[in-house]
């Protein structure tokens, strides 16, 4: 993930969320806005299986919801995470529907699809991250090896090859799908 701080003084996440329309792709890092490469062809097409795949499952069995498009999630830590794909439990949904401006928490399964300047350690470090925020799931879904390691708290992460089922335990009941049809 390529990224380049975008301005000096900290802001907190409240004040990213009144601005961050201005940005593009963006996280709040630390009190810095961070800007994030586009992704590519393959890194969307990915995205949109997974969210097409858990959303239309979760939809189904009026589980949650599915967003796309690196919607923010504002974090006990200050800073403003973007997963790839983001599923909400029914329950942590507001009767109104979703708001307007970032989610106030960390989603319950959060999906991020690894960019090819992605390392091996940011990548974990922000799933554990999602799970030290309360997600209760991660998945990382990589196009280069086509696998899905899959993080869940307390768990050893768990990678998933081609020819394997991703579940989705207790946060998606139910829910499975082979590794090749994310990457179809």
Same mark, same amino acid.
Request: charged residues 25%; aromatic residues 6%; proline residues 6%.
């Given at each position: 993930?390529s990224?380049?701080?975008? =301005?000096?003084?900290?802001?907190t996440?409240d004040?990213f969320e009144r601005?961050?329309h201005?940005?593009?792709r963006?996280?709040?890092?630390?009190?810095?806005?961070? =800007?994030l490469?586009?992704?590519?062809?393959?890194h969307g097409?990915?995205?949109?299986?997974i969210?097409m795949?858990?959303?239309?499952?979760?939809?189904?069995?009026?589980?949650? @919801? $599915?967003?796309?498009?690196?919607v923010?999630?504002?974090?006990p830590?200050g800073?403003?995470?973007?997963p790839?794909?983001?599923?909400?439990r029914a329950?942590?949904?507001p009767?109104?529907?979703? !708001?307007?401006?970032?989610w106030?928490?960390?989603?319950?399964?959060?999906?991020e699809v690894?960019?090819p300047d992605?390392s091996?350690r940011?990548?974990?470090?922000k799933?554990n991250?999602w799970?030290a925020a309360?997600? =209760?799931a991660?998945?990382v879904?990589?196009g280069?090896?086509r696998?899905?390691?899959?993080?869940e708290?307390? $768990? !050893? !992460?768990?990678?998933l090859g081609?020819?394997?089922? @991703?579940?989705?335990?207790? $946060?998606?009941?139910?829910?499975?799908?082979?590794v090749?049809e994310?990457?179809?």
């Open positions: 993930m990224t380049t701080a975008i =301005q000096e003084r900290l802001i996440a004040e601005i961050a201005r940005f593009g963006s996280e709040l890092i630390d009190g810095r806005i961070v =800007q490469s586009p992704t590519g062809a393959k097409r990915i995205e949109w299986r969210s795949l858990v959303g239309l499952y979760a939809e189904k069995h009026g589980l949650g @919801l $599915v967003n796309t498009g690196e923010g999630c504002k974090l830590n800073r403003v995470r973007a790839d794909v983001a599923f909400i329950e942590r949904v009767a109104e529907g979703p !708001p307007d401006g970032f106030p928490f960390a989603p319950d399964l959060a999906v690894g960019s992605d091996p940011e990548v974990r470090d799933a991250e799970i309360g997600s =209760q991660v998945w879904a990589d280069a090896s696998t899905v390691t899959v993080y708290r307390g $768990v !050893p !992460p768990r990678v081609i020819g394997e089922t @991703l579940e989705g335990g207790s $946060v998606l009941p139910g829910f499975s799908c082979t090749a994310i990457f179809a």
